[in-house]
C-alpha cells in the first residue's frame, strides 16, 4: 500500500477515492460461504482428518478463507456445534481458523500464551466438554514460543520475567525436559515446545474431568504449528 495518498492537480485529497482503487470488492452473497451442514461432525476421528485436510490445503496455498453470508451468520445466531476445542498460544503468528481453513462454528478455541493449563483454561475447556460435546480436543504449540522461551531461560539461568508473565513461566517449566544445555538452541526450543505440549496434555488428562471425557470416547491429540513452513505436525 502506497505510504502516502497523492492528490490531483494540487487538490485537496479525496481519500475515499484513492482508498477505492486499494480495497477489494465485496463478494456477491452467491459467491459467498453456504450455510454449513445440517449433520455436523460429532467423531473425533472424522474431526481430526478434517483439520489434517485443512491444513494441507493452507500449506498448498490453496486455503479457502470463506467470506461469511448473511444465511451462514443467522444459522450460527441460533448455537453452535464445533466439532473441535483448540487450546492454543495467543500468538499472532497461530491463527487456529487460518491454519487449519476452517469456517465460522467449526472450531471451539481457547489461546493463552504457552498453551498454558490454568483454572480459567480449565473452566472454558470444561464448557466445551460439557455443553457443546466436542469429541476431539487439540493441544496447539509452535514453533519459537516465547513463553517457552522465557521458561527455559528460567530453568537454565534462573532469569525471571514480571510478576505475571512469571506465573506463565513457571506453570510452563516443570514439564520442561532436563535436556543437555551445550544442545544447540534451536534444539533445545524444539525439545521444550514438544514438552510443554505434552504437560498440558498431561494436566488435563490427570484432571477428574479428563479422565471421564477419555472414558467416553473424547480425543486428545497435541500439534505443533510450524511457522516457517505453515505445516502442524500432529503427536500421536
Keep these: 500500500m502506497p505510504a502516502v495518498l497523492h492528490a490531483k492537480n494540487g487538490a485537496k485529497p479525496d481519500v475515499f477515492e484513492n482508498l477505492a482503487s486499494l480495497v477489494h470488492p465485496i463478494p456477491r452473497a452467491g459467491e459467498m460461504t453456504s450455510p454449513p451442514t445440517t ?14 485436510e485443512g491444513n494441507d490445503r493452507f500449506v498448498r496455498g490453496q486455503a479457502r478463507f470463506p467470506t ?31 491454519i487449519f481453513d476452517v469456517e465460522f462454528g467449526e472450531l471451539f478455541i481457547v489461546r493463552v500464551a504457552g498453551n498454558v493449563i ?12 460439557t455443553h457443546l460435546h466436542t469429541p476431539l480436543f487439540v493441544v496447539l504449540g509452535h514453533e519459537g ?6 521458561a527455559l531461560e528460567f530453568k537454565y539461568h534462573r532469569v525471571k520475567q514480571r510478576s505475571r508473565i512469571q506465573i506463565l513461566v513457571e506453570n510452563i517449566a516443570p514439564g520442561l525436559p532436563n535436556s543437555d544445555k551445550r544442545l544447540p538452541k534451536d534444539k533445545l526450543m524444539a525439545a521444550a515446545v514438544e514438552a510443554n505440549v505434552r504437560w498440558s ?26 511457522i516457517g513452513s505453515g505445516r502442524v505436525r500432529f503427536l500421536f
Design 145 to 150: 514460543c516465547g513463553a517457552v522461551k522465557a
Design 118 to 129: 490454568s483454572p480459567e483454561v480449565m473452566g472454558s475447556l470444561q464448557y466445551a466438554g
Design 201 to 226: 496434555m498431561h494436566q488435563l488428562h490427570q484432571t477428574p474431568e479428563g479422565k471421564k471425557a477419555v472414558k467416553r470416547g473424547t480425543q486428545l491429540v497435541g500439534a505443533i504449528y510450524e
Design 68 to 98: 461469511v453470508c448473511k444465511e451462514v451468520l443467522a444459522n450460527l445466531a441460533k448455537g453452535q456445534q464445533p466439532y473441535a476445542t483448540i487450546l492454543g498460544c495467543s500468538d499472532s503468528r497461530v491463527p487456529p481458523e487460518l
Design 39 to 52: 449433520n455436523p461432525l460429532r467423531s473425533a476421528k472424522a474431526g481430526l482428518r478434517k483439520l489434517i
